[in-house]
Nanobody, 121 residues
Framework: QVQLVESGGGLVQAGDSLRLSCAAS????????MGWFRQAPGKEREFVAR????????YYADSVKGRFTISRDNAKNTLYLQMISLKPEDTAVYYC??????????????WGQGTQVTVSS
């Protein structure tokens, strides 16, 4: 089992940048495919990005491609989401998730509690 704790959210203006972190504890972090998801008020949770065990493969939702970068540091048991050129529509609670499945995973097994990102116009 792995425990996930997100941090780095906050209130920013449109066009600003923000980096989210997800600290993992428990079983070996490097054995999990990791992902970022988000949920805006009144909307369903949506996929943002995912990264393979070594970090060599990544995939993004079209809405964030070119603006967000997912990365991981297996030595630090930490997942990151670098966000630039933020837009008001990026406002959401952001969650990190871990999957025991092969890449690309169909589902995720563990979830963090989320961190709020609010982008003002």
């Amino acid at each position: 089992q792995v425990q996930l704790v997100e941090s780095g959210g906050g209130l920013v203006q449109a066009g600003d940048s923000l980096r989210l972190s997800c600290a993992a504890s428990g079983r070996t972090f490097s054995s999990y495919v990791m992902g970022w998801f988000r949920q805006a008020p009144g909307k369903e949770r949506e996929f943002v990005a995912r990264i393979s065990w070594s970090g060599g493969r990544t995939y993004y939702a079209d809405s964030v491609k070119g603006r967000f970068t997912i990365s991981r540091d297996n030595a630090k048991n930490t997942l990151y989401l670098q966000m630039i050129s933020l837009k008001p529509e990026d406002t959401a609670v952001y969650y990190c998730a871990a999957s025991k499945m092969n890449y690309p995973p169909r589902d995720y097994d563990y979830w963090g509690q989320g961190t709020q990102v609010t982008v003002s116009s």
